[in-house]
């Protein structure tokens, strides 16, 4: 059975008895809200452990509010001496004594209890680094994140590890929020699900995978209903043929939410907008500098190689309407070695490079070629010569497209 992992906030204690009324109407009364959560998760059938996080002057004795229920006497006796070192309000918690708290805690709820122990006042990267040697030694499939108490910045340092974490483990985030400061009319203080913030974290993760890959198949799941996302992506990967009224209707996807609106504009303009090039030569040479602006070097020149002979093609009449006939490009791109631009043999041989790990050589230094050998080998070698030939070449493809470089 897959588990989770509840984080709760510890503050400075003395806090009053409190009845929390969550969304479903279900009703927990505890003085803790971490408390109040864990009991309210198992009734939802979550398997949980637990973490703990306060200093060295937090109210660790809250903690007592998890084993109201326990009936076993000899747990009862164990809990109530370690409770008898750990609630003086006059001392500092040490080390020893917590882990001797949280242990009797742990065997009487016969649940998993981690706990992390900060300095007063605390240091973020304390929480940081035992975070990460938490999630280095445990697998959750699900963490929950109670923000309720606490020093005000220790949640957003949690906050933080936590989705630092979400890049390199794959699990759900949920936050709740226990209203302390508001009423209801029945008395009861509410409980939210923060399920706004859980959405916006899902948003950001997909436009960091659209910004640095130009998957765009995470972001449409998460702002619309369009179906056809998935394939038109593979289709654009695998460099098929994909119809301009298909990215159109990506483009034009009504969104799922008002506040997303002002993102997808933006996300438009900028990602998929260049997909729309009246020519595929366009679109493959769009995408190459996409890849190249991100360092994704192999499908930069591979791409733009491949705009080249399109290019080159559709000028000469050599490749019809669909660009699809293998006969065609390479009729295309033998005319394009006849013609003997310099840029283009580079090119071609830093493609190829890249394309098979092989090293662009010549044994014959009289080879006419010899020069342009030499420059591709060096960029294939350095990043920043690879950079200087490849704004070449997108500067080689404007140039033969405007007419400046005739054909």
């Known amino acids: 059975?897959?588990?989770?992992?509840?984080?709760?906030?510890?503050?400075?204690?003395?806090?009053?008895?409190?009845?929390?009324?969550?969304?479903?109407?279900?009703?927990?009364?505890?003085?803790?809200?971490?408390?109040?959560?864990?009991?309210?998760?198992?009734?939802?059938?979550?398997n949980l452990d637990l973490l703990f996080v306060g200093t060295v002057n937090s109210g660790w004795g809250e903690l007592i509010d998890l084993t109201q229920?326990?009936?076993?006497?000899?747990?009862?006796?164990?809990?109530?001496e370690a409770f008898g070192k750990i609630s003086d309000k006059d001392k500092t918690v040490e080390e020893g004594e917590l882990k001797e708290w949280i242990s009797a805690i742990s065997e009487a709820l016969g649940t998993k209890i981690n706990y992390i122990l900060l300095n007063d006042p605390p240091q973020p990267e304390e929480i940081s680094q035992k975070l990460l040697k938490l999630f280095s030694e445990n697998d959750y499939s699900k963490v929950i994140l109670d923000i309720t108490h606490g020093y005000r910045f220790i949640p957003y340092a949690v906050s933080l590890g936590?989705?630092?974490?979400?890049?390199?483990?794959?699990?759900?985030?949920?936050?709740?929020?226990?209203?302390?400061?508001?009423?209801n009319e029945d008395g009861t203080r509410p409980v939210l699900r923060l399920n706004h913030l859980e959405e916006l974290v899902k948003l950001s993760q997909a436009l960091g995978i659209l910004e640095n890959t130009g998957d765009f198949r995470h972001y449409y799941k998460l702002i619309s209903d369009?179906?056809?996302?998935?394939?038109?992506?593979?289709?654009?990967?695998?460099?098929?043929q994909i119809g301009d009224s298909k990215i159109r209707e990506l483009i034009n996807t009504p969104v799922n939410s008002e506040y997303?609106?002002?993102?997808?504009?933006?996300?438009?303009?900028?990602?998929?907008?260049?997909?729309?090039?009246d020519r595929t030569e366009d679109r493959l040479k769009n995408r190459a500098r996409f890849f190249?602006?991100?360092?994704?070097?192999?499908?930069?020149?591979?791409?733009?190689?491949?705009?080249?002979?399109?290019?080159?093609?559709?000028?000469?009449?050599?490749?019809?309407?669909?660009g699809l006939e293998?006969?065609?490009r390479e009729e295309a791109r033998r005319y394009l070695d006849q013609l003997d631009y310099y840029e283009w043999k580079v090119l071609k041989r830093l493609r190829n490079a890249c394309a098979h790990g092989t090293q662009p050589q010549s044994q014959d230094r009289?080879?006419?070629?010899?020069?342009?050998?030499?420059?591709?080998?060096?960029?294939?070698?350095?990043?920043?010569?690879?950079?200087?030939v490849m704004e070449k070449s997108f500067e080689f493809y404007e140039k033969i497209k405007n007419g400046e470089i005739k054909v």
């Open 162 to 183: 936590i989705l630092l974490l979400k890049n390199l483990k794959d699990f759900e985030l949920e936050i709740y929020y226990g209203f302390l400061e508001f009423q």
């Open 292 to 322: 190249f602006e991100r360092g994704q070097y192999l499908k930069a020149v591979l791409l733009l190689h491949e705009a080249l002979i399109l290019l080159v093609g559709r000028l000469k009449g050599m490749i019809g309407s669909s």
């Open 326 to 328: 293998y006969s065609e």
């Open 366 to 388: 009289s080879n006419p070629d010899a020069e342009a050998i030499a420059e591709a080998r060096s960029a294939w070698e350095n990043e920043e010569k690879f950079k200087e």
């Open 226 to 240: 369009n179906q056809e996302a998935q394939q038109i992506y593979f289709r654009i990967e695998t460099n098929a």
């Open 69 to 80: 229920d326990i009936e076993d006497q000899n747990l009862k006796k164990k809990i109530e």
């Open 1 to 46: 059975m897959s588990k989770g992992l509840l984080i709760s906030m510890i503050g400075r204690g003395n806090y009053r008895k409190t009845r929390y009324k969550f969304e479903d109407g279900t009703e927990i009364e505890k003085f803790l809200f971490g408390s109040a959560l864990y009991s309210y998760l198992l009734t939802r059938g979550y």
């Open 260 to 277: 997303v609106k002002p993102i997808h504009e933006k996300v438009k303009n900028k990602y998929l907008k260049p997909l729309r090039a």
